[in-house]
Antibody, heavy 121, light 107 residues
Framework: EVQLLESGGGLVQPGGSLRLSCAAS????????MSWVRQAPGKEPEWVSA????????YYSDSVKGRFTISRDNSKNRLFLQMNSLREEDTAIYYC??????????????WGQGNLVRVSS | EFVLTQSPGTLSLSPGERATLSCRAS???????LAWYQQKPGQAPRLLIY???SRATGIPNRFSGSGSGTDFTLTINRLEPEDFAVYYC????????FGQGTKVEIK
């Protein structure tokens, strides 16, 4: 059974930093690209960042580029999101998601339960 | 900027009725790149449909997807009580983009 378990969220002041972690199990982690998706209260999900299976290539939305860094440790089946210079508009539930690209039909087929990040003074 | 526009914003239906949800893209996308997700309150989104019409594992066959180009549709036949939720379409790519959602509520 695929499981994605996020941790590391919480309350932080504007300008502060947080590091999210996602522990993956139930699939061959090193074979899959991964993404972080966030969802502000009452809004649609917003893709934040992605990383290829070997960590060699990363992608970021314009809203977080230069402030957030995605990384992974395939030896420990873990995904990370380092968030710096946090703003109030970064307040959201952050989801760790597994990408599936088989048959050239991309989708986010598994999601973690989500971790709340709240940026407030 | 690429945009996905979903309609209607809210759909009020009774159990047993059919729901038809629309997703319009601001530019043409490949059929392989359109997915649908269901989200219930307090839960993460769940993949329902990918590549326009392929059901994800465990998704009942009352859920179906269709469309091409810029116009895509999610149809839910014979709504069950557990189907009342918010539905999002999504363009799948290296920069995943979501629509604003359609809420299917009990009439």
């Amino acid at each position: 059974e695929v499981q994605l378990l996020e941790s590391g969220g919480g309350l932080v002041q504007p300008g502060g930093s947080l590091r999210l972690s996602c522990a993956a199990s139930g699939f061959t982690f090193s074979n899959h690209a991964m993404s972080w998706v966030r969802q502000a209260p009452g809004k649609e999900p917003e893709w934040v960042s992605a990383i290829t299976n070997n960590g060699g290539t990363t992608y970021y939305s314009d809203s977080v580029k230069g402030r957030f860094t995605i990384s992974r440790d395939n030896s420990k089946n873990r995904l990370f999101l380092q968030m710096n210079s946090l703003r109030e508009e970064d307040t959201a539930i952050y989801y760790c998601t597994k990408e599936e690209w088989s048959l050239s039909q991309p989708r986010l087929d598994f999601w973690g339960q989500g971790n709340l990040v709240r940026v407030s003074s | 900027e690429f945009v996905l526009t979903q309609s209607p914003g809210t759909l009020s239906l009774s159990p047993g009725e059919r729901a038809t949800l629309s997703c319009r893209a601001s530019q043409s996308i490949a059929r392989t790149d359109l997915a649908w997700y269901q989200q219930k309150p307090g839960q993460a989104p769940r993949l329902l449909i990918y590549a326009t019409s392929s059901r994800a594992t465990g998704i009942p066959n009352r859920f179906s997807g269709s469309g091409s180009g810029t116009d895509f549709t999610l149809t839910i036949n014979r709504l069950e009580p557990e189907d009342f939720a918010v539905y999002y379409c999504q363009r799948s790519s290296n920069q995943w983009k979501f629509g604003q959602g359609t809420k299917v509520e009990i009439k």
